[in-house]
Nanobody
Framework: VQLVESGGGSVQAGGSLRLSCIAS????????VGWFRQAPGKDLEFVAG????????VYADSVKRRFTLSIDNGRSTVYLEMNSLKIEERAKYYC??????????????????WGLGNQVTVSS
């Protein structure tokens, strides 16, 4: 199982970025896929997650109404559209796959497979 993130980069506060997570075959026959982020000096934080069917999507309260997660099963890709980005959201963003367990999965221990991460920089 492999997960590869792309789409990070630099943006000014208030701007938008879209992250993509492409999964190898098998990952999407899983419980779901989630996005986490880790800012410098801070703990890993859950951002959003989607069940592999695409029916159930959950968000952290801090990103609701600004971030949108979608899934394209045909392309084995999950997208995280991030709008109105804040300076404090500068972090490395990780895609993760939960192959077993119960949905929704919001904690790191519920995810078994992880991508290498993609940097998002938000400046003033």
């Amino acid at each position: 199982v492999q997960l590869v993130e792309s789409g990070g980069g630099s943006v000014q506060a208030g701007g938008s970025l879209r992250l993509s997570c492409i999964a190898s075959a098998g990952t999407f026959r899983s419980i779901g896929v989630g996005w986490f982020r880790q800012a410098p000096g801070k703990d890993l934080e859950f951002v959003a997650g989607v069940s592999w069917t695409g029916v159930s999507i959950v968000y952290a309260d801090s990103v609701k109404r600004r971030f949108t997660l979608s899934i394209d099963n045909g392309r084995s890709t999950v997208y995280l559209e991030m709008n109105s980005l804040k300076i404090e959201e500068r972090a490395k963003y990780y895609c993760a796959g939960a192959l077993t367990g119960v949905w929704p999965a919001r904690t790191r221990c519920e995810y078994q497979y992880w991508g290498l991460g993609n940097q998002v920089t938000v400046s003033s």
